[in-house]
T-cell receptor, first 113, second 114 residues
């Protein structure tokens, strides 16, 4: 039973395009939703995160949109660059417990020059 | 200046052997984690320690035993290695005591069991 479902599994975009990654969750107790970026041979690193009391958060070219009623959230990468080519993971956790991060299966993004 | 470091970076070993992976963080965090990333890149938590106490213990074979000698270190010992243990193992840390939810990952240890 996968608690956080992520799609698509892979995405190829041209430089300057918009990349969109979608995630859906089951557990309504989740109250923190981060996105992690992983380059080949490296560990994941936090990119941006959101809490369910806001519907959108923007940091530079990266925006999270959050729909609490639909239990969905997405990452938009504007003006995608070849340096953005990486694997992106959405995740979720419940605060106040063990703060266990549950990850989606990841999406490999390739941005062509 | 590495925040979360792991040794070794690569580990190639035979089935049935026992091996250990070490992790150290210099961020002053109170919580450390072990994750397993399989060949399909799926990341799953295995264990978590807060101030040297085990707080997360997922359904992991008891051949895997974590040990936290102090807040800055969390080691993973694996007995009787099996082919299916081949994966990348990541250590991570966070500062839960200060409300910090960001987990900082190490570079990973690539384990190959032959």
């Amino acid at each position: 039973q996968q608690q956080v479902k992520q799609s698509p599994q892979s995405l190829i975009v041209q430089k300057g395009g918009i990349s969109i990654i979608n995630c859906a969750y089951e557990n309504t107790a989740f109250d923190y939703f981060p996105w992690y970026q992983q380059f080949p041979g490296k560990g994941p690193a936090l990119l941006i995160a959101i809490r369910p009391d806001v519907s959108e958060k923007k940091e530079g070219r990266f925006t999270i949109s959050f729909n609490k009623s639909a239990k969905q959230f997405s990452l938009h990468i504007m003006d995608s660059q070849p340096g953005d080519s990486a694997t992106y993971f959405c995740a979720a956790l419940t605060q106040g417990g063990s703060e266990k991060l549950v990850f989606g299966k990841g999406m490999k993004l390739t941005v062509n020059p | 200046d590495t925040a979360v470091s792991q040794t070794p970076k690569y580990l190639v070993t035979q089935m049935g052997n026992d091996k250990s992976i070490k992790c150290e963080q210099n961020l002053g965090h109170d919580t450390m984690y072990w994750y397993k990333q399989d060949s399909k890149k799926f990341l799953k938590i295995m264990f978590s320690y807060n101030n040297k106490e085990l707080i997360i213990n997922e359904t992991v074979p008891n051949r895997f035993s974590p040990k936290s000698p102090d807040k800055a270190h969390l080691n993973l010992h694996i007995n009787s290695l099996e082919l299916g243990d081949s994966a990348v193992y990541f250590c991570a840390s966070s500062d839960l005591g200060s409300g910090g939810l960001t987990q900082y990952f190490g570079p990973g240890t690539r384990l190959l069991v032959l």
